[in-house]
């Protein structure tokens, strides 16, 4: 999943942050510690679900358009890319004449398909807000 869905939690609790405000791709991956080609890769699919409105332009850039309380971070994470969490992570082959190595990709991958639903129903009972109010209890 490379790290899409914390590229993407950090963006929109910045913008949740500094909300009725536009940052460029720029200044977004100045803040992230990432590049701007990244910022507008996972801003642009988060674009297409209508979580946050790009504006092209010098005066242009990103800004939330949901409200932080209604975004929950299982559906940020399915988003932004847990289809790539279930990349081949397992060993074995089904080529193999024997019992473990020709079925341990399988068993492997249900596994793997079963951690990554019980991670989107645990980040489904926290918001984006909720990732904000952490962060502001730093201060």
């Given at each position: 999943?490379?790290?899409?869905?914390?590229?993407?939690?950090?963006?929109?609790?910045?913008?949740?942050?500094?909300?009725?405000?536009?940052?460029?791709?720029?200044?977004?991956?100045?803040?992230?510690?990432?590049?701007?080609v990244?910022?507008?890769?996972?801003?642009?699919?988060?674009?297409?679900?209508?979580?946050?409105?790009?504006?092209?332009?010098?005066?242009?850039?990103?800004?939330?358009?949901?409200?932080?309380?209604?975004?929950?971070?299982?559906?940020?994470?399915?988003h932004?890319?847990?289809?790539?969490?279930?990349?081949?992570?397992?060993?074995?082959?089904?080529?193999?004449?024997?019992?473990?190595?020709?079925?341990?990709?399988?068993?492997?991958?249900?596994?793997?398909?079963?951690?990554?639903?019980?991670?989107?129903?645990y980040?489904?009972?926290?918001?984006?807000a909720d990732?904000?109010?952490?962060?502001k209890?730093f201060?």
């Open positions: 999943m490379k790290n899409d869905f914390s590229v993407a939690t950090h963006c929109l609790v910045f913008l949740a942050h500094h909300p009725n405000q536009r940052f460029s791709s720029s200044q977004l991956g100045e803040n992230v510690c990432t590049n701007s990244t910022i507008r890769r996972v801003l642009g699919s988060l674009h297409k679900k209508n979580l946050v409105d790009v504006v092209n332009g010098p005066k242009g850039g990103y800004s939330l358009v949901m409200d932080p309380n209604t975004i929950r971070l299982g559906d940020l994470y399915r932004v890319g847990a289809d790539t969490a279930t990349a081949k992570q397992y060993t074995g082959s089904v080529d193999i004449d024997c019992l473990v190595s020709s079925n341990m990709g399988k068993v492997m991958q249900n596994l793997s398909e079963e951690l990554i639903q019980e991670q989107i129903r980040l489904n009972t926290k918001t984006v990732i904000h109010e952490q962060i209890s201060q």
